[in-house]
């Protein structure tokens, strides 16, 4: 999923996540692509017979209310959309007033689980994990008889492909000479370790741009000796980061091996941010292609001068526009989250404000426009916390400096 998308998707959950119902009486529904419409509708209908039940009347009501919206709802879908969808339901207060809503969501990746769940607030753990998946590694687990590989992304792994060796146990048959035997076991391996390296690299080249890292996981020597032997495409081959011990060479394999590397992948998520703002801090201390602050930022962005835009996911500021009633003249000013501001036209009038936009996604879209890229950084890094603390939050990487 694209950076924007994933951070509209973010500011999207933490919105809903502020809702609150009165009651147990706020409804979410989470529908897989591969679910039989019908069916959905039909256990809605019996929960609604159910929820005549509830003795609260407030919350019966609103139950039986929120059911209804989405069975209507339903009506206008034959099969769920590619990627299935949520559907909430229920009356949440909004501006210290009473509102029934119902709002459906496609989320970016597959909803991966069917769910009718009814509480005071709705249910967004599954939505936020999606969140969470933007990293992806590569993974390979091998012994001398079998190899899986698979990928993770998130907290989501997913086995690709495996492989089965021909090789021969260590104990020779009768009759054999052992150095023949030797040999032959050993053609047999090197064979098996080719055979991985080809399904490996046809699995996982596709994401070569997208793999932070690979992490190759088996009993030694074995997993050694398959880094070692260049096995797999050069690409990746030097995104292997690290090997680890691991027992099972089948899908469960693949689990072990991220729950053994664990520390690896936690430093090497907060590594990306560490790069990002080195290269950045590099350019600030000799006075090169780098840029911060807003003003400045927008500058760069508007001159098609800008390679890599830079934001703190911690930003709660807005771009708002003001259009003079009288007049027409238009203005731009950044406020606060929810912050307001009074605008005075030149020609006397007080400016009306007709557009307010979150400042992380107009900017990213401004720059991205100019074919910029934009990394979202946390606070959670030291280097993320230093570009919000001391850098305002938004800062640039140029491509050149117009004088
Ligand atoms: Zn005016």
């Known amino acids: 999923m694209s950076s924007k ?28 692509p591969d679910k039989n419409i019908a069916d959905v509708a039909s256990q809605l209908r019996s929960e609604l017979s159910q929820a005549s039940n509830i003795k609260s009347k407030q ?17 206008m879908y034959k099969k769920p959309p590619e990627h299935g969808m949520v559907i909430i339901s229920g009356v949440v207060e909004v501006n210290g007033k009473q509102k029934h ?13 069917y769910k009718y769940h009814c509480d005071s607030s709705f249910y967004l753990e599954p939505l936020k994990e999606m969140l969470k998946e933007k990293d992806i590694y590569g993974l390979i687990v091998i012994d001398r008889r079998e190899a899986t590989v698979g990928i993770l992304k998130g907290r989501r792994i ?20 052992s150095v023949r035997f030797e040999r032959l076991r050993e053609i047999a391996i090197h064979e098996f370790y080719k055979k991985v390296g080809e399904k490996a690299t046809e699995a996982l080249l596709p994401y070569k741009d997208q793999l932070l890292g690979i992490l190759i996981g088996g009993p030694s020597p074995t997993k ?6 260049n096995y797999l495409h050069h690409e990746l081959q030097k995104k292997v980061v690290g090997l680890f011990d691991v027992s099972y060479t089948d899908e469960s394999g693949l689990y072990e091996l991220v729950e053994k590397a664990e520390d690896v992948l936690q430093e090497l998520d907060l ?29 760069y962005i508007a001159l098609g001068a800008v390679d890599t835009l830079l934001l703190s996911e ?20 950044t406020l606060r989250f929810k912050g307001e501001s009074k605008q005075m036209c030149e020609c006397g009038v007080e400016m009306e404000e007709v557009e307010r936009r979150d400042i992380i996604l107009e900017l990213s879209e401004l720059a991205e426009s100019t074919g910029a ?5 946390s606070t959670e890094s030291e280097e993320g916390a230093m570009l919000y603390n001391a850098f305002g939050g938004i800062a640039a990487i140029l491509r050149f400096k117009p004088d």
Do not use: W
């Not at 998308?5 to 897989?32: A, C, N, S, W």
């Not at 807005?318 to 027409?328: F, N, S």
């Open 373 to 377: 890229k934009v990394e979202f950084l």
């Open 224 to 229: 050694e000796e398959f880094y070692e032997g």
């Open 59 to 75: 919350t019966r009501t609103n139950v039986m209310a929120g059911l209804e919206a989405i069975l209507q709802r339903l009506k």
């Open 314 to 333: 911690d930003l709660r500021l807005e771009r708002v526009k003001y259009r003079c009633p009288k007049c027409g003249k238009e203005l731009e000013v």
């Open 5 to 32: 998308l994933q951070y509209e998707f973010k500011r999207k959950l933490e919105e809903l996540e502020k809702y609150k119902g009165r009651g147990t009486e706020l409804i979410t529904l989470y529908i897989p």
């Open 101 to 113: 809503i119902t709002e459906i969501i496609e989320p970016p990746e597959p909803v991966p689980l």
């Open 271 to 299: 590594m990306k941010e560490k790069r990002l703002m080195n290269r950045f801090l590099k350019e600030i201390a000799k006075d090169g292609l780098a840029a911060y602050g807003e003003e400045e930022v927008r500058k």
């Open 158 to 177: 997913e086995a690709l492909s495996r492989a089965t060796s021909m090789v021969p146990g260590k104990h020779r048959q009768g009759g054999q000479s």
